[in-house]
């Protein structure tokens, strides 16, 4: 039976070959962007699976709660917390801690690599499944400075040979015993590491004050990662109000960060991290839960547009089936075989779209694969079995979705008259439920067409205004703990380079630095953000003093003396005028003492997201980490080259990180118009299928209509009056889709827009390119075949019909 239901749907497609080439098509291009979703959620799904027991193993993740009444989570807690909780609740069957991350290098033989090390405990090897190719795990970190590498890192410092024993240094920290090597990590984790040192080292590191204060210390969330596994029977809501007493015993009268108001502290299931929220402090490099939703509701958008298109055209076509099925009834078909017949139409319809979707996504891939918002993220993009039996089982559920509804009216007993109800249905006035859908379908296109126009030209507007006045032909080299003395004496010997100045992170960039600041010890502190410049800094990026001066020119200094504030600096601490302000003492953390010694004009030296803020320019060489080096512009290829020679003299083990200031601004806005593009995408994908299905539906329009404009045509009817005759009600269902769409776009644009401090204003001209794009291409699709029925002879299509 089976067989026979297929050969009837395959001659049904054949028969119906324009009608089948458009269902197919729409359904492909919808399914090849959902088939790469379907890559991407099983990938990031993949995450830490290789952990025993991990439904017993949670997170300790901190909620700090803001004096303004914002929250904000961090996926770190204090390593106290995590201590006191393991010591006095018998429901902790072990805990671990990853704390502290030390961006360093590792010395060995004269050479130096950089790597990633964290500090953690035995603890963390029966907690969690990763496990030793060389070493014991019972005391691999059981003594102070001993270290455990994983099996890339000793490969790379031994080539190959045997680590255990050997004694490696971490550069300004110490000398290490390495204790073991860890095998190549089973599966994907979040956890991101070169090298586990032993907990019991950070004692002395605190002392000598190489790490931050943490051991004693119950406000420093910042540095530490608490994980817990419970015991069997034990519920995470037991243990978080266990966490809530030893909130209420031990924060109470304690002395917390300027803006914090308290902490919360809750539990984060191991299965949940990844993909999970998006935190402060969040490990990995996995998609969150938010991108993933994002993902997934475009794809689902535009599946649904060609699921209207195979419910419009079945219904469309269903008339010219209506003999066949009254023949097999018949003859002693039954509701069930009509029923299925349908329905595997549609399945079969369905996996052939399949066939052509995959080879579409051959091409999607690496197209997708080269977006900042993949590649940041660790996706592998891979088809292995269980992604093949995921598309398969997609595109079968699709086809039974999408036949549903055609199954249903065709099984009737009378699905004539049945089909003729359901074309009369209004779900609008004047249109019907084919219409309907196509509104819908143009409604999404131009939603889809307009919030691209918007997201693009807020991007351009962020680039534009983003830090400062001077941007081209600035190039920032990363120190990378080269001495700036020895860099910049190098690198001003370089042809093309005019002037060098440095600053502690990059302005205009979500990377800075803050400080409590306060204008006498009555006053309270108020969180600032700061940067550690030279006196070349100002100059270098054009930026205007309205009172007072810069920093002394070859300023030497054993302490810190000088400051500059913008303007927003002086209103935020009501220092009356910029001039007035200029000689007044300042307070900068616990007692350092500042002269404002000039005031800058504002400018935003954040991204557009960002609100302007008060900000503090300081004086410290030892915080110089970036250097700006203004370049001829006639001579930028020959003097970057020559940047890059004179780097592999000063630090032949680290690679060399410069970039253009205008390059560095567009990879900051890289995830926005990774989004521009992905929207874009999915609106002109939608307007495709739309469009097909406005194709298809005007087709069969025609065809019943060919008798009527013959008659027309004889009886002296111009083409003019059949272009009306035809165009009409399309005409209507464009117009009413963009009446509609136009609101909702402008909604949707402005909840987009409020996530930015700097941003456009939503006016009419923001919607005139999805108008006219929507209405171009309708007026394309349908006039193809229009003009073909206007301009046919009338006699041979009356003899025909």
């Known amino acids: 039976m089976i067989k026979n239901y297929l050969k009837t749907a395959w001659r049904n497609l054949a028969k119906n070959r324009m009608f089948s080439l458009i269902n197919i098509s729409g ?75 030390l961006q360093r290098d590792v010395v060995l033989n004269n050479g ?49 040979g045997n680590a255990i024993d050997k004694i490696i240094d971490i550069d300004g920290v110490g000398s290490f015993k390495i204790t073991g090597v860890l095998n190549k990590f089973p599966g994907k984790t979040h956890f991101e590491f070169d090298a586990l040192a032993s907990f019991s080292t950070v004692p002395s590191l605190e002392a000598k004050d190489l790490v931050q204060q943490t051991i004693r210390n119950w406000t420093n969330y910042y540095t530490n990662y608490t994980y817990i596994r419970l015991k069997p029977g034990i519920k995470p809501s037991q243990v978080e109000t266990i966490l809530g007493e030893i909130v209420s015993k031990n924060y109470r009268n304690l002395s917390l960060e300027t803006r914090d108001a308290g902490y919360l502290f809750k539990l984060q299931p191991l299965n949940d991290i990844t993909p999970g929220p998006m935190l402060s402090n969040n490990m990995g490099r996995a998609i969150s839960s938010g991108r993933l939703w994002f993902f997934s509701v475009l ?12 419910t419009n055209l079945t219904i469309a076509k269903a008339i010219g089936r209506m003999k066949e099925i009254a023949l097999r009834k018949v003859v002693g078909g039954s509701r069930k075989h009509i029923f299925l017949q349908i329905v595997l139409e549609s399945v079969f319809t369905s996996l052939l779209a399949l066939a052509v979707a995959f080879l579409l996504l051959q091409y999607l891939i690496p197209q997708f694969a080269g977006l900042n918002v993949i590649r940041s993220t660790d ?76 997201v693009y030209k807020q991007t351009e507007y962020g680039i534009d205004i983003n830090f400062g006045t001077k941007q081209t032909n600035i190039f920032n080299i990363n120190l990378q703990g080269v001495a700036f003395e020895k860099a910049i004496n190098e690198f001003s010997k370089v042809p093309g380079v005019e002037k060098i100045s440095a600053v502690s992170s990059l302005m205009g960039s979500y990377s800075d630095w803050g400080d409590d600041v306060r204008t006498s010890k009555e006053k309270d502190a108020v969180p600032v953000r700061e940067y550690f410049t030279d006196e070349n800094y100002i100059s270098n990026f054009g930026l205007e003093l309205v009172a007072g001066e810069n920093f002394p020119a070859g300023h030497t200094q054993k ?71 203004s370049i001829a512009s006639a001579r930028t290829t020959q003097t970057t080259a020559g940047l890059e020679a004179v780097w592999k003299k000063l630090d032949p083990y680290h690679a060399f990180q410069g970039r253009f200031y205008d390059d560095q601004v567009q990879i900051i806005f890289a995830d926005y118009r990774d989004v521009v593009w992905m929207v874009a995408f999915i609106g002109i994908l939608g307007l495709t299928i739309a469009c097909l299905g406005l194709l298809g539906v005007t087709i069969f329009t025609i065809q019943s209509k060919t008798k009527e404009i013959s008659i027309r045509k004889i009886i002296g009817a111009g083409y003019m009056s059949l272009v009306r005759l035809l165009t009409k009600s399309y005409v209507h269902v464009i117009a009413m889709a963009i009446f509609i769409a136009i609101p909702i776009t402008a909604l949707i644009g402005h909840k987009l827009l409020e996530s ?40 041979k299509s009356l003899r025909t019909e």
């Open 559 to 629: 302490h810190e003396q000088f400051a500059i504030v913008n303007e927003k600096f002086v209103k935020q601490f009501h220092l009356n005028s910029p001039v007035e302000a200029v000689g007044k003492t300042i307070i900068v953390g616990d007692s350092t003492l500042l002269a404002i010694k000039g005031v800058l004009k504002d400018f935003l030296f954040k991204p557009a997201d960002y609100a302007l803020e008060p900000m503090l320019m300081r004086y410290d060489p030892q915080e110089w980490r970036i250097l700006n080096l």
């Open 379 to 454: 996706i592998s993009l891979n088809t292995d079995v269980t992604v093949v039996v995921w598309f398969f089982a997609f595109a079968t559920i699709l086809g039974l979705l999408a036949g549903l509804l055609p199954a249903m009216v065709l099984s009737r007993i009378r699905p004539l008259a049945l089909l003729q109800k359901l074309q009369n249905v209004r779900l609008f006035r004047h249109l019907g439920l084919r219409k309907t859908l196509l509104v819908i379908q143009f409604m999404i296109s131009f939603v889809f067409i307009g919030l691209v126009t918007i």
């Open 299 to 310: 794809a689902f958008i535009i599946i649904i547009s060609a699921a209207f298109n195979y």
């Open 27 to 101: 359904l492909a291009l919808s399914m090849s962007v959902c088939l790469l979703v379907i890559m991407i959620i099983k990938d990031a799904n993949g995450y830490d699976k290789f952990h025993h027991d991990s439904k017993r193993i949670y997170r300790i993740n901190t909620v700090a709660l803001r004096k303004d009444g914002s929250t904000e989570p961090y996926a770190t807690s204090p390593y106290i917390v995590g201590a006191t909780l393991a010591s006095n609740y018998a429901g902790i069957e072990s805990w671990t801690m990853f704390n502290s991350r």
């Open 756 to 795: 930015f401090s700097q941003r456009i204003h939503i006016g009419p001209g923001l919607f005139i390119p999805g108008t006219l794009t929507i209405i171009l291409i309708s007026l394309l699709t349908i006039g193809s075949q229009i003009l073909k029925a206007i301009v046919a002879n009338p006699v």
């Open 112 to 160: 130096k690599l950089s790597a990633n090390i964290h500090f953690t405990n035995t603890s963390f090897f029966t907690i969690f499944g990763f496990t030793l190719h060389e070493g014991n795990i019972a005391n691999a970190l059981s003594e102070p400075n001993s270290i455990v590498l994983t099996k890339e890192l000793s490969e790379k410092l031994f080539r190959g």
